[in-house]
């Protein structure tokens, strides 16, 4: 899952960049509200967190505008502002959740992954696909009833691929999914992963579709 994070504050996003990287997730870090749609723009982005009093342009109009150009990914809004009428005000722009600061980094990972599974269209917290379970919570997989004991890049590579059962992701939008911004690339970094999450899952798990990627079969 790949997180974009639009905050000018250096220490909160540190904090949040570092809390939700530990977390699993890609977490791209903007200070500038006029870089939030360009970055929508070239990157598929799971989930935005919105800072409202940034620079260039503000949050609620980087909001209205990313809305208008029919932008679907979940919003979730980080705010100093209290006030009713603000959060009102924030949700009707087209925000999906929001946060007042100063807030705990335990109930902003709860609120992300609440978010994603909503945008996902599921309601059971654990992504479950014939004996195989991710927990998102947890970090976590299991193959019938056992732990299976995964890197956090492996994990990453296995919930971008249940997201979506049956459907092939290039080794470009895996990459994508698992890495952000300024972060090293080995070549043959997914075969790596995927070779190994085989080894672990069972050899079928995960199917090749030669020259556009791989997927995981629906269950039948
Ligand atoms: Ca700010």
């Known amino acids: 899952m790949r997180l974009l994070l639009a905050e000018d504050d250096p220490m909160i996003g540190a904090s949040v960049q570092r809390g939700l990287r530990q977390e699993g997730y890609s977490v791209d870090w903007l200070r500038d509200g006029r870089e939030i749609a360009p970055a929508l723009a070239t990157t598929i982005y799971d989930l935005l967190l919105l800072d409202l009093g940034l620079p260039g342009i503000g949050g609620l109009q980087a909001l209205a505008q990313l809305r208008e150009s029919g932008a679907q990914l979940p919003v979730l809004i980080l705010t100093a502002r209290d006030a009713v009428a603000d959060r009102i005000l924030g949700l009707d722009t087209g925000a999906d959740d929001y946060l007042v600061k100063p807030f705990d980094l335990d109930e902003l990972a709860a609120r992300v992954r609440a978010l994603l599974r909503r945008q996902t269209g599921r309601v059971d917290p654990v992504i479950r696909l014939g004996t195989l379970a991710f927990d998102p919570a947890t970090r976590s997989a299991s193959l019938a009833g056992q732990p299976v004991a995964l890197s956090a890049r492996e994990l990453a590579l296995l919930e971008a691929l249940l997201e979506q059962p049956g459907k092939p992701l290039s080794r470009s939008q895996l990459e994508e999914r698992i890495y952000g911004w300024g972060e090293e690339v080995e070549s043959n970094a997914v075969e790596v992963h995927i070779h190994s999450l085989r080894r672990k899952l069972g050899t ?15 269950a039948d």
């Not at 079928?204 to 629906?218: A, D, E, M």
């Open 204 to 218: 079928q798990t995960i199917k090749n579709l030669r020259g556009v990627g791989y997927f995981i079969p629906k």
